[in-house]
């Protein structure tokens, strides 16, 4: 009796120890602010060049400034926030050139990424996912909701590269690539016309097609780059040339 109720116990500590505890994660007061700016800035309701002052924000966010500090360091480790000398913390603003830039790596870099998937892989799940996303956005999504599975779809493919060395270089553009999509925000008129372009572009890898995928990455980052410029110069009322 005393051996089965050893046997028993020791099985039923086996089993616990194979069920792993559940515990619901907390968000602390830090990052519940590095979330709200966060929303803010890829909203478009944070402008570039927008200042957030210490002691305006952190009475808007019903936080400690200490807090506030917090969160916007963390959105500075992410390249959403910049601290300027004597400007204290504001997002970023871009030059025509940086921009330009920006898409001349980022294309380098995900033409490449396409072509070994494409010889490699396939079509990733999670580019798949983020396509079926964007297809079930309304018209009245926030522009985040859209922004957020688009740089999911583009990052997917980087990381199926199996390239370390190209995730990386990715990893040093994609701050500067995600506050380039909120700028793009005014150049779609509804989320189901960014859905459409990530369709196509799909379904050149699905296909196999590695040249006709390269055109089209090709042609959908430079249009991108084109209407960052066009929103560049409609901010600033400056003359840009592409």
């Given amino acids: 009796m005393g051996s089965e109720t050893s046997e028993n116990a020791a099985v039923a500590s086996e089993s616990s120890s194979e069920v792993p505890d559940l515990r619901l994660a907390t968000v602390s007061t830090v990052e519940a602010a590095a979330n709200a700016l966060r929303e803010l800035i890829l909203d478009g309701r944070l402008e570039p060049g927008t200042r957030l002052r210490e002691a305006e924000f952190a009475e808007r966010l019903g936080i400690a400034r200490h807090s506030f500090r917090a969160a916007t360091q963390i959105l500075i480790s992410e390249g959403l926030l910049r601290r300027e000398p004597n400007r204290g913390v504001q997002v970023p603003v871009f030059e025509p050139s940086d921009l330009i830039d920006v898409f001349r790596l980022r294309t380098a870099l995900e ?19 983020s396509v079926r996303e964007l297809s079930a956005l309304g018209d009245d999504a ?17 990381d199926a590269s199996g390239s370390e060395r190209l995730v990386r270089a990715y990893a040093t553009v994609q701050s500067e690539v995600l506050l380039c999509l909120v700028w793009l925000r005014p150049h779609y008129d509804r989320p189901a016309q960014v859905a459409a372009e990530h369709e196509e572009l799909i379904a050149a890898i699905r296909a196999g097609d590695a040249d006709r995928a390269e055109d089209l990455f090709r042609a959908h980052l430079r249009e991108a780059a084109e209407n960052l410029t066009r929103a560049w110069r409609e901010r600033t009322g400056e003359r840009v040339v592409v």
Avoid: K, N
């Fill in 142 to 158: 926030p522009w985040r909701a859209v922004v957020e599975p688009d740089m999911r779809f583009h990052r997917s493919l980087i």
């Fill in 111 to 129: 033409v490449e990424a396409v072509r070994l998937v494409i010889a490699a892989t396939g079509v990733p799940e999670a580019a798949e996912q």
